[in-house]
Every structure is written in C-alpha cells, then in structure tokens.
C-alpha cells in the first residue's frame, strides 16, 4: 500500500538538489510521480530518487540540445523511453515491487557519464 501525499507537481530540476536523493510521493492519484531533466553535461537531474514499491510515473523532460534516451539496466522495469528530441519531454508508467537500487542510463550518452538510479525502499 503506498502512503503519502504529494504535490500535484512532480519534482522538477529547479526542485532537485544537484546531487543526493530525492524521495518521490505518492500524488492524490496514487502514483509516485518524478520528473527528470536532462543536462548539457550528460547528466540526470536528479541523479538518484527513491520511491516505494507501486505505481511510477517518470517523464523524462530534454531542455538540452542533444537527443537523449533513458534505459533501465537489466533487472529493472521494461518500459523505456527510446529517444526525447530537444525541447521534448516523454513520459511512461510502470509498477515496481521489489525493493532494491536499479540503475538506468542514456544509451546515447552512457560512456560519457549519462546514468542514474532508482532506488525502491519499504
């Protein structure tokens, strides 16, 4: 059962510390719902976020003006997105229930540093 209460605004970058953890809540809706941006500098913002296990939304927002993607590694959610065009944002919905830290990238931008975590606790 999720718990919790939360903005009708997901996390955004102006919101999220540089580096750290950003622990995500469950909206009115019930679904835990971050937002990352991408980073001229090949980067997440944020980096890492936590969330319980439930419903996920995570839309992926590309002020950059490079293409990016965003990936789970293996033994993370299916669902990806597979491209986010400059001054795009693409948004998808998955369901997590094992807790642990599952790492996703930019398949893109990988070997130049472009990754993160999602971390699910209890």
Do not use: K, W
Request: with cysteine; net charge negative; glycine share 10%.
């Amino acid at each position: 059962m999720i718990t919790g209460c939360g903005a009708d605004n997901p996390p955004s970058a102006a919101d999220a510390p540089q580096s750290g953890d950003v622990t995500v809540t469950a909206g009115p809706d019930g679904v835990q719902a971050v937002t990352l941006v991408t980073q001229d500098n090949f980067r997440y913002i944020p980096a890492r976020f936590t969330v319980v296990p439930g419903p996920v939304r995570l839309t992926l927002e590309n002020p950059s003006g490079t293409v990016h993607n965003l990936r789970f590694e293996e033994g993370g959610p299916e669902e990806e997105i597979p491209v986010v065009r400059s001054e795009e944002s693409e948004t998808i919905e998955f369901t997590v229930s094992t807790p642990g830290e599952y790492e996703f990238i930019c398949t893109f931008h990988e070997q130049l540093g472009q990754r993160g975590t999602m971390v699910v606790g209890t």
